[in-house]
């Protein structure tokens, strides 16, 4: 089994996700390609991230300095052929399997065979992904949970084929990123998705049957099992679309009916009505995505 070095990682799709990505690759010091569809798009992607940036420096999360390192290891382009040499690609596209195929077709085309390719997917069959590659057993699925920068664990997915040394190098690439890497077989919603996503759901029906409020379902949950956000602003957090397709998917995938996504849920997806990004969703955000309706007891703590 290799021990390759970790110097230069991809990060294909320059989303919320793949921005929070990058950030953190580049934090445990290493250079990052961002790739993404255009030259609008990746200019955008570049004055997004340093937002991003700007707003950790507001929260005295990091120094001007910092930023500028941070940025200066990162290099953003539309050419699939500059993540060649780099030593392992992540994909952070949409969550969509034909999107997704698509583009791991074209990875495959002009990688070396040994550069390993991550899925970031939370539902995705990592295998179906994979079939009918040149390569398929580089194919490995990993799971990050959002924000990347402070959440602790990474789920790393072993699909039907992946190799042993296209597994490990994924594991060591997420303990360089300082986070602790949880090996898991393919099924699913994998570990995270699969137990979150009942408790949202039932979170939301104990809303809809008016048993008691979004503000005092999320406070009893939250302080009940010191949960650092409850469910639902969790989930306006996340992205309320987002929840959406991945409760469709496991339902879809396991017909279990603890998986059908509550009515309130889809309602206010219809209506646009999102989450912390737009501004509303369970609850009501300001621009800087800060929550507006929190009960008394509900405050948030500094430490």
Known sequence: MSERELHRIAVVGGGMMGRSIATRVSQAGLGVVVRDISDERTTQVSEL??????????????????????????????????????????ETIYEDFDAKR??????????????????????????????????????????????????????????????????????RFVRVLGKVPIQEFESP????TRVIMPLINEAAHVVMEGVASAAEVDLAIKLGYEFRHGPLEWADRVGLHRILTWLEHLFHETGDAKFRPCPIIRKLVR?????????????????????????????????
């Open 49 to 90: 991230l340093a937002k991003d940036l700007d707003r950790e420096i507001e929260r005295w999360g990091l120094t001007q300095s910092e930023k500028k390192a941070i940025l200066a290891r990162i290099e953003f382009t539309t050419d699939v052929k500059r993540t060649v040499g780099c030593d392992l690609v992540i």
């Open 102 to 171: 698509a583009l791991i077709a074209e990875l495959d085309a002009v990688l070396e065979p040994h550069t390993p390719i991550i899925i970031n997917t939370s539902t995705l069959s990592i295998s179906e992904l994979a079939r009918g590659l040149a390569h398929p057993e580089r194919v490995i699925g990993m799971h990050f949970l959002y924000p990347v920068t402070t959440t602790r664990v990474v789920e790393v997915v072993k699909g039907v084929v992946t190799s042993d040394d296209a597994f490990e190098t994924a594991r």
């Open 189 to 192: 919603g994998f570990v995270t």
């Open 271 to 303: 209506a646009g009505q999102t989450g912390a990004r737009v501004g509303k969703g369970f609850f009501t955000y300001d621009s800087q995505r800060s929550r507006l309706d929190r009960l008394p007891d509900d405050t948030p703590k500094l430490g």
